[in-house]
């Protein structure tokens, strides 16, 4: 069964103003975040078989720390531009090429693009993610190349907050 893993970046820092969007890195409070989210999939036992990231400094660094966590090399990340200019249509075209023999995905976003693509894939409206906010889709026997709206499965929704 294929399992995607959608997360949105964890809390960036705004301190230096000569910084574009893009380059952006986590805040102390988003590294913290990050590790504490990491942390919590691990001992869920998530093992992921391929990580996806928007290649911004923000997503791109909270993807490290859960590469990190998982003993995942940090050079196999895979970085798709589209993830961070792009539409849900984007997102979904990225899913679609992912390879067959990969059964578990992160994929590391930013908002509103993530939390649309959750409730899309889904079927559910599940609002917009909290920063390092993270929602665990199911796709049952639903192949990578086939997906299309409402072909998920909402299973998990958590974030820094809540304590799932």
């Known amino acids: 069964m294929n ?28 590294r913290k975040e990050a590790a504490e989210m990491a942390l919590r999939l691990f001992e869920k036992g998530v093992r ?8 911004a400094g923000r ?6 720390i859960f590469a990190e966590r998982f003993d995942y090399s940090p050079e196999y990340i895979m970085k798709k531009i589209e993830i961070y200019d792009g ?5 979904a075209g990225i899913v679609r090429e992912l390879p067959r023999e990969r059964q578990t995905v992160i ?8 939390s649309h693509f959750a409730s899309w894939l889904s079927g559910k409206l599940l609002g917009q993610m909290q920063t390092c906010g993270i929602v665990r889709i199911d796709l049952g026997k639903v192949n990578w190349s086939t997906i299309k709206k409402d072909c998920g499965k909402a299973v998990w929704n958590g974030h820094p907050k809540n304590g799932q």
């Open 87 to 91: 539409d849900v249509e984007m997102l």
């Open 59 to 64: 997503a791109l660094e909270t993807a490290e």
């Open 107 to 114: 994929v590391f976003g930013h908002n509103p693009t993530i």
């Open 3 to 30: 399992s995607i893993y959608l997360v949105r970046h964890a809390n960036s820092g705004w301190e230096n103003a000569q910084v574009t969007d893009f380059e952006r890195t986590l805040s102390a409070k988003g």
């Open 48 to 55: 992921p078989d391929l990580i996806v990231s928007s290649p």
